[in-house]
RNA sequence: GCCUGUAUAGCUCAGUCGGUAGAGCACUUCGUUGGUAACGAAGAGGUCACCAGUUCAAGUCUGGUUGCAGGCUCCA
């Protein structure tokens, strides 16, 4: 799909794909202001810029209100605007001049920016009719070329994002070069709500909510074989990387949170509670419990590096608006570890670590994206600990030749950290895996080996998870799979269906077959037809094979196996049974 | 915490102008013995999220609280 494009120093040139679909809806973005502005004319515009997904403008309606109930009038107005034919134009201004149009304009968000921008950077601002809108561009040539929009939302969003200003109104869209590749796109995202972990979990028993616990799991058998079995993945996979497991309790006083940092820097998330009159803190993170365990008694440099694992359960006060499904809660298992390092060690033991991360995500199929978060305001340590600790974690990073982009300032408040994004059904991505390099633990809890001189040193701590959370690891694994698991996963591996009465004792034989060869097998021996349960089978329960057993198998001694590919084969109850065992050995 | 919505049966949803509730699926029972994505019938199931208010009367209107959804902020 070629089209146009008004650059902002006055070219025309072709355009196409995304980058057409980025010009396209970018022109959406103001078309939309200008329709508001028809419709509001107190709108005062701030950013309005074409996202992975459509656009949205952030405007001050002053003390109007917008709710989805008025994005059809906004809508019918932008059509107006489509049909009305303008021609976009573009002219650059300097400063001063720039500052007195936004003004007379009464855009005050729009001069706030023009503050914000580098002294010598070129204004440019892009006319339709009679909307201006500062902005680089580039956009449509006329606003007819606009033929597939809608508007999907209103939310609010922070002036700046940042939550000390004011909020204000955001109002979502989308838009495509084509009607149907707008309907597709819509129609895509009801496909990705079926696949919705919250959906899901609850048809398949997984996991449930209540209103009793906001933000607290509960985990349901299916839901637990599931965890449990990532658990076994997990301190199989650990133990060959040479960790040792340890556990450490969920509730410990306060001074260790004053001398950890935690209580600075963490105590609005933490929970509290009063044991013999003295406040106790119920915990946010598993690196204290960890350091006890190392400074419990003398290091030889000869044990490092020390690598200890932990199943750790946090708690943490999130805020109700944060809180999703299993991807945001306030009480999760980390799969956690503490390594203790010696400076030579350093590198290697991060690119260990990254290296097992990224097998793991390998393992499951997940596409991933790396983040380096670097220092944030509210931290702790000196600023050479700082720079040395994030050049740690970049040199690793170019030792394993691995793509990232940088996060500025959302470290820990103890040292910067290597991220892995993992992207739910819609596209959102959500922090799973991550490394965290930390000078500064070591020093408050004065953290020692012996080196080979005799010398007490100081060891660095390395912060890692893989799975990160195993409850929104959970939610992931969820929607990638769409509840279809593959079979070692499966909470119900097989489920057996006899088509009638007559070949329900078979099905209970093939059953305890089955069982006993540590199958997880459900016979399904209802009163019902065959063409239900198979729909049940399917649709609910998701399970990778089914046996359909009516009086041909009883007659032949063998079993019809449909798989989720529909295909049905006869075979062998032991052939069949080798074949399972061997998949959920290997883990396929 | 903030913005915009939203809350009726286990699930998905109807419920008009305010007159104390309905469907489908699921569940239970009975019949049915059925061969690859819904067998038939009957039954049971609701303090309409909660607390106030308006009204002769509230699922319905108003206010508040809580949960939930999509965002923002924050985060694994």
Known sequence: ??????YNDGSVAEVEADEARHVIRHSAAHIMAQAIKRLYPEADFAYGPATDNGFYYDVDLGDKKISE??????????K???????????FELPRDQAVALMEERGEKYKVEHIGDLDEDARITFYQQGDYIDMCVGPHLTYTKALKAFKLTGVSGAYWKNDASNKMLTRINGTAFATKDELEEHLRLLEEAKKRDHRRIGREMDLFMMRDEAPGFPFFLPNGMILKNTLLDYWREIHHEAGYVEISTPQIMNKQLWLTSGHWDHYKDNMYSTMIDDEEYCIKPMN??????????????YRELPIRAGEIGLVHRHELRGALHGLF????????????????????????????????????????YHVELSTRPDDSMGSDEDWAAAEEGLKVALDKLGMDYVVNEGDGAFYGP??????????????????????FQMPQNFNLTYVDADGEKKRPIMLHRVCFGSIERFIGILIEHFAGKFPVWLAPMQVKVLPVSEKSRDYAHEVTEQLEAAGIR??????????????????????????????????????????????ETVPMGVDEFIAKVVEEIRTRA
């Open 1 to 6: 799909m070629h089209m146009k494009a008004l």
């Open 328 to 367: 945001r809660v306030r009480c999760f298992n980390q799969d956690d570890a503490h390594l203790f390092v010696t400076p030579e060690q350093l590198t290697d033991e991060i690119v260990g670590v990254v290296r097992l991360i990224d097998s793991v995500y390998q393992k499951f199929g997940f596409k």
């Open 287 to 300: 690196c204290p419990g960890g350091v006890l365990v190392y400074s419990s008694k003398p290091h030889s």
């Open 80 to 90: 107006k605007i489509v049909k009305e034919n303008l021609k976009f134009q573009v």
């Open 69 to 78: 109930d008025d994005l059809p009038a906004i809508e019918a107005e932008m």
């Open 417 to 438: 950290k290597i991220d892995f994004h993992l992207e739910d059904s819609l596209g959102r991505t959500w922090q799973c895996g991550t490394v965290q390099l930390d």
């Open 521 to 566: 097998v459900v016979c399904d021996d209802r009163d019902e037809k065959i063409g239900y349960k198979i729909r049940e089978a399917r649709g609910v329960d998701r399970v990778p094979y089914m046996l359909i057993l009516g009086e041909k198998e009883v007659e032949a001694g063998n079993i019809s196996v449909r798989d989720r590919t529909n």
